[in-house]
């Protein structure tokens, strides 16, 4: 009987470890689908489950082994975000593929002890600074912590750079002001000191912030104030659902403006919704082509957006093809764990994400931009591609597809940005 | 309370009409059930405990609103508000070098005291124009939250620290569990005999007829504001018991809907009854479990395509909420502690149940 | 003192505050007739709204028609909710009924967000005209329109109450139930018909402002800020509601001046009528015109 046991023992072993071999990698997915700021969590929400979807099917997950994705929905609710992930980490995800300001950075203490990869939909500065160099108060080291596309602090900035070039273009008289807007969220909250002071820096008067709520709702009295104020560029930092009611108002109230969204801000489907009142709004968009385009990695995109569309027809705006690109950074990342028969855990796909520079997963290259991570730096670009949303007609009938087939809709290149590194920009 | 007793009403003194347990089989009952859940970690995996602490921290909010609601007639719809400054005020108390063994309870005082404040002027009114003052609370309250940065930090929240006693860290569901229990006995016990106290017995007075109340030389604004401050007792204690399970507080979790849900636990358990508070509070803590359960067997299917059932679980949930208020209230209006009384009634009385 | 900014916020006040003015006599035509505090007033603006919206979108109606089709779902649905959620629990205690339309309420919401989806959706262009300048104020049509409405339901509210056999009823009924019944006036339809014609009211006003600023849940908070307009005016009466609606609505964009000019806390907007109502609640709950209960003990 006790000659046995060795030979038992052994078998375990292999059993165990041809179960490993097959074992699902879990990891988990956190949506806004049904929140405040569900309006662009639905599509990139979509673009990453589709995604997840794709590497299964067509790669066999990572290394052979499919993906487990925990897919939630928690309603843009901070508190339920964290006692989503508490039950993910009992369930010993090894990635997560994050949304919200608020529950990103409220994690980022989790993740960090816990070592999970956390790859937010939140692009708050604060998470960049992945060793804590930067001694900025508050601002702790986030080394779990990753997104894809400039910080929300480095788009801002990038648009204000474009707005002082804008002014000085036009040739009126003064000073123009700036004004922030959004509402008293982290979300919006996360650029506004960094944007205030650039702008500052840039010859901006800078006016006092003005408050409206993540959620639809009349803000004519909002727009009466902007309009009191003088301001000549105003940032809009809610999501686009929120920012089309204030686009809407400050039409009706006749302000004259020129506003700078953020990159969840505005997209197709709120062009389609705002109408004439998007026409003109300059935003950031963080891949290379919006759909509809060609590039070489349009096919691939494609491709996995017929996974939840087998018709094809569906028009996917441009926050889907970002999911699709944060979620590929991920996957590519783990592969890099999971090469050399390495083990596929928190720290290894961490590592995962310093191995290349300028890095555009393979086979979507023309689409998504590249990104470059360190050690210590976590701001995967410094690159802001600004696009003008430009309104020409009715949009109240026709579909989104159809609109921007017909050119009533368009978005159009403004201009490229290229930040300096600032080491004193790091973490804010 | 007769069906309990075994058969007719035995009772010779006052002192037998108080007591809480009025059979020794309830009391070996209750002895048996406080053992069993003790050894619920060893059984269950952590998503059934977390539930369970879930329905623990909510059953003694839901208690404390219920001592409001049920037991004086006065209604809140601010009860979340109060639940999150407990919240806040333990993180904030831990923050500055309290131990949260301590700051939990420190925290309940703290509520106690504010809830004592809002109850001055609640005082004066009641029924529908309580019921109003106190849906402006919540906003005005919440607002508070979000702008008092040295307090709960402001929108972003604040984190806070699991207890740790001797050495012994709750940091865990299987740990934590242990910290609800001992907290729900003395919260239910210490509210059962609040009820058999003059004080208790005066509140119930003022919820019956308060005129008759004030007649019989109960001071009306005194009791009133006493049970608000016992309501915000007990919901800035489960407050504190959820930030330091949560390890994180933030004012997103305390809004109108949270209020009503507690309004929802203190009906579906029953207006009055202390047991029936930890039953509404696990009714609403499943509920939306078992309607997420619902919509995944449904997964796939004909119906949830054209229903979309998986992208809108959350409004299924909101919904399951709302229609489970309207329908208790409809159907069973005594609460699911009359429905639990009648069922023990009938096992007691077999086979001659009429 | 900046007038520019001041004017044409009274005015825009007085324009939201009419609306408040409206929903706030729906809400009181419920409470006086069966003494009903409505927790879902707000809910009738939103599926007033969606339907409306519903009706000419999906079903391309012209606008009138969709209109008529509105009112005429919303009798329904007022008839229903009163018949199927209100009467089991007449004479049930205060609190059970205020619950059961507080969870109509967030029964609702939640099912307009399942149906519809959380965005909000812009009618179709209803009137080819753009923006009018009143004081320095550019007006839709669609809000002169809406102001007009107003006055002409106040009107017939008024009409209604005095002249009207049905009003008559239902003033006898808030009077005294028992006396009415043995005058020959059907209590519960009485009470169906309330419920009737303020979710039709309601949802006249949800339109309204669905046409102006698109559908979305944000109506339903419309049911919450009635509050501080009928505690101002007084529960029971109708002109105090109308009055409270237009206070409520210009007190509101006093605060954002304020905060615009001097305060700068950024919430003042959304947050002052709470604090007037707690003040009201405080010196004089029974508002400027409502009947003196002895509510204050």
């Known amino acids: 009987m006790r000659s046995m046991i060795p030979w038992l023992a052994a078998a375990a072993l292999t059993l165990t470890g041809a179960a490993n071999a097959q074992q699902r990698i879990p990891i988990g997915q956190l949506n806004d689908f049904s929140g405040a700021t569900s309006d662009v969590g639905v599509p ?28 939630v929905d928690y309603g843009y609710q901070a508190p339920r975000a964290v006692s989503q992930y508490q039950a993910w980490a009992r369930d010993r995800v090894v990635a997560i593929q994050g949304w919200g300001t608020a529950d990103t950075e409220a994690l980022t203490r989790f993740v960090t002890r816990d070592r999970i990869p956390y790859i937010s939909g939140s692009y708050s500065a ?92 009349d803000y004519t009295s909002q727009c ?122 928190g720290p290894r796909i961490r590592d995962g994400f310093y191995a290349r520079q300028n890095w555009v997963p393979r086979g979507f290259e023309g689409v998504c931009n590249p990104s470059t991570f360190t050690a210590e730096d976590h701001r995967g670009t410094l690159r802001v591609a600004l696009y003008r949303a430009v ?38 | 309370m007769s069906a309990m007793t075994p058969a007719g009403d035995y009772r010779t003194s006052y002192r037998a009409d108080m007591t809480i347990m009025a059979t020794r089989n309830s009391r070996i009952a209750l002895a048996l059930g406080i053992a069993l859940a003790c050894a619920a970690p060893f059984v269950l995996d952590g998503y059934m405990l977390d539930l369970l602490v879930m329905i623990g921290i909510f059953g003694i909010a839901a208690l404390g609103l219920n001592i409001l609601v049920g037991f004086t007639g006065q209604i809140s719809i601010g009860h979340a508000a109060f639940f999150g400054f407990g919240a806040f005020a333990s993180a904030y108390f831990h923050e500055h070098g309290v131990a949260v063994v301590i700051a939990i309870p420190l925290a309940g005082i703290a509520t106690a005291v504010v809830g004592l404040v809002f109850g001055l002027p609640a005082a004066r009114l009641k029924g529908l124009y309580l019921a109003i003052a106190t849906l402006a609370a919540q906003y005005i309250l919440e607002d508070f939250f979000a702008r008092a940065q040295w307090f709960t930090g402001g929108v972003a929240g604040r984190m806070t620290e699991s207890p740790t006693i001797a050495g012994w860290v709750a940091g865990r569901p299987e740990s934590f569990f242990y910290v609800v229990i001992v907290a729900v006995i003395l919260m239910f016990g210490a509210a059962a005999n609040l009820m058999r106290t003059r004080d208790g017995r005066a509140l119930v007075a003022v919820r019956d007829h308060y005129l008759s109340a004030e007649m019989m030389g109960i001071n009306l604004a005194y009791y009133r504001m006493l049970s608000f401050g016992i309501a915000s007792f007990y919901a800035g204690i489960a407050g504190a018991l959820y930030a330091h399970y949560r390890l994180f507080v933030s004012v997103e979790a305390f809004t109108i809907l949270f209020s009503i849900q507690f309004l929802g636990m203190v009906i579906i358990g029953g207006l009055g009854s202390i047991a029936g508070s930890l039953m509404g509070a696990a009714f609403m803590v499943l509920l939306p479990e078992v309607v997420e359960g619902l919509a995944n067997l449904l997964t796939g299917s004909a119906i949830d395509r054209a229903l979309r059932l998986g992208a809108s679980i959350s409004f299924l949930r909101e919904m399951a909420i709302g229609a489970a208020i309207i329908v208790f209230l409809v159907f069973e209006p005594d609460g699911l502690a009359r429905r639990w009384r009648l069922i023990k009634a009938y096992w007691k009385l077999y086979p001659y149940s009429h | 003192m900046d007038l520019t900014l001041l004017l044409p916020l009274v005015l825009n006040g007085l324009i ?16 006086k007739a069966s003494q009903v505090v409505n927790f879902a007033q707000g809910e009738f ?6 339907v409306c919206w519903w009706f000419l979108t999906d079903w391309q109606m012209p606008f009138w028609m969709g209109f008529l089709f509105t009112l005429a779902f919303m009798t329904c649905f007022g008839i229903i909710l009163q018949v199927v959620v209100l009467r089991p629990l007449i004479g049930e205690p205060v609190i059970s009924v205020i ?65 009207s056999k049905h009003g008559l009823a239902m003033r006898a009924t808030a009077f005294d139930q028992q006396v009415a019944q043995s005058l020959g006036i059907s209590v519960p339809k009485v009470f169906a018909m309330s419920w009737a014609i303020s979710a039709v009211v309601s949802a006249v006003a949800g339109v309204v402002v669905g046409v102006v600023n698109g559908v979305s849940s944000a109506l339903s908070f419309y049911g919450i800020k009635v509050f501080p307009a009928v505690i101002l005016g007084g529960l029971d009466s109708v002109v105090g509601a109308v009055l409270g609606g237009l206070v409520i609505g210009v007190l509101e964009n006093l605060a954002q001046y304020l905060d615009a000019e001097w305060l700068h806390w950024g919430n003042m907007y959304a947050i002052a009528p709470f604090y007037a109502l707690v003040i009201i609640l405080m010196i004089k709950p029974y508002g400027l015109f409502g009947t003196r209960n002895i509510e204050r003990v």
Not at chain 1, 259 to 275: S, Y
């Open chain 3, 99 to 163: 619950m059961a339309t507080v969870g109509l309420s967030i029964f609702f919401q939640a099912l307009m967000k399942w149906i519809f989806g959380v965005f909000a959706k812009p009618f179709p262009p209803i009137f080819s005209a753009q923006s009018v300048d009143i004081a320095g104020l550019q007006v839709q049509p669609v809000y002169l329109l809406s102001l007009g409405i107003s006055l002409f339901i106040m009107a017939g509210f008024g009409w209604f109450f005095t002249a």
């Open chain 3, 16 to 31: 939201v505050g009419a609306l408040y003015g409206v929903v706030a006599m729906s809400f009181v035509l419920i409470y």
């Open chain 1, 224 to 345: 009466l104030t902007l309009r009191s104020q003088g301001a000549n560029y105003a940032y809009l930092g809610n999501t686009a659902g929120s920012n089309i009611s204030v686009l809407r108002a400050c039409q009706t109230a006749g302000v004259q403006v020129q506003f700078l969204g953020n990159v969840w801000g505005m997209d197709e489907n709120a062009m389609k919704a705002a109408g004439a009142a998007a026409n003109g709004v300059v935003f950031p968009v963080r891949t290379a082509v919006v759909w509809g385009q060609d590039a070489p990695g349009m096919a691939t995109m494609r491709t996995i957006s017929r996974g939840s569309d087998p018709t094809g027809n569906v028009y996917r705006p441009v926050h889907y093809l970002a999911g699709i690109c944060s979620a590929m950074l991920t996957v590519e990342a783990m592969e890099t764990a999971a090469a050399n028969g390495g083990e596929v855990t």
């Open chain 3, 45 to 50: 603006l939103l599926v007033g709204a969606w």
């Open chain 1, 391 to 428: 309104v020409t007609g009715d949009t109240s009938g026709g579909s989104v597809a159809e609109l921007m087939a017909a050119n009533t809709m368009r978005l159009e290149p403004v201009t490229t940005i290229d930040l300096p590194r600032r080491p004193d920009w790091l973490g804010w």
């Open chain 1, 44 to 71: 990139y929400g979509q673009g990453v489950a589709d995604a997840l979807a794709w590497v299964n099917a067509q790669r066999q997950g990572v290394a052979g082994r499919p993906l487990n994705v925990l897919a």
């Open chain 1, 126 to 217: 604060a998470l960049t600074d992945a060793g804590g160099r930067s001694g900025r108060q508050g601002v702790e080291a986030t080394p779990y912590n990753f997104f894809y596309g400039p910080s929300y602090s480095d788009a801002l900035r990038g648009m204000l750079t474009w707005a002082a070039e804008d002014w000085r273009r036009s040739g009126r008289p003064g000073r123009p002001k700036y004004v922030h807007m959004g509402a008293n969220h982290p979300y919006p909250n996360s650029p506004k000191a960094a944007g205030e002071a650039l702008a500052a820096e840039l010859g901006f008067d800078v006016l006092p912030a003005i408050v409206f709520a993540l959620t639809p709702g």
